[in-house]
């Protein structure tokens, strides 16, 4: 070996010494080698996500982007009847939608993205029943919660809430 292959050798031992045998940072304690939890298969995951939408409550809050700002948040509330998968990433959500006199359950059909286990209900360029603007958004779902990003228009938003079900 050359002078520069020792060199980076000792350096890569150095550097990586304690990772590669088992020891921590600091050398002192055994790394942790809890195994991680198993993985639910796709099937589970795609009935927990089933389960957590289905009469279910999303209360949070939004605000917009203005100017690269965020605006004062707002309270909403979406309320979700039943989710069905399609196939593939298609869902359909049937959303009860409550406005003035109205109040309808609409199906909307949406695409569903998994970030491993965690789905991302995924909107492009969608109208909604009545309206004209059309509206895109990325909706994370986790553990009873959600977060996600939304546009339409000229407006651009952030949302972020809980998700609670309906009891039998």
Wanted: glycine content about 10%.
């Amino acid at each position: 070996m050359t002078k520069r292959a020792l060199s980076f050798v000792a350096l890569f031992l150095a550097l990586l010494g304690p990772v590669a045998l088992g020891l921590s940072a600091q050398g002192t304690k055994p790394a942790d080698t809890t195994p991680a939890p198993p993985r639910l298969s796709q099937e589970a995951l795609e009935a927990k996500f089933k389960a957590t939408m289905t009469k279910a409550t999303l209360s949070g809050r939004w605000c917009g982007i203005k100017d690269g700002k965020l605006t004062p948040e707002k309270e909403d509330k979406y309320t979700i009847v039943s989710v069905n998968k399609l196939g593939g990433d298609t869902w359909i959500i049937h959303t009860r939608i409550q406005y003035g006199e109205k109040d309808f359950t609409v199906p909307l059909p949406i695409q569903v993205k998994w970030a491993g286990d965690t789905p991302v209900i995924t909107v492009d360029g969608m109208t909604m029943p009545g309206g004209k603007t059309a509206y895109s958004a990325r909706v994370l779902v986790y553990d009873k919660t959600y977060a996600g990003t939304w546009s339409g228009g000229d407006h651009v938003g952030l949302m972020n809430g809980i998700i609670t079900n309906e009891k039998e």
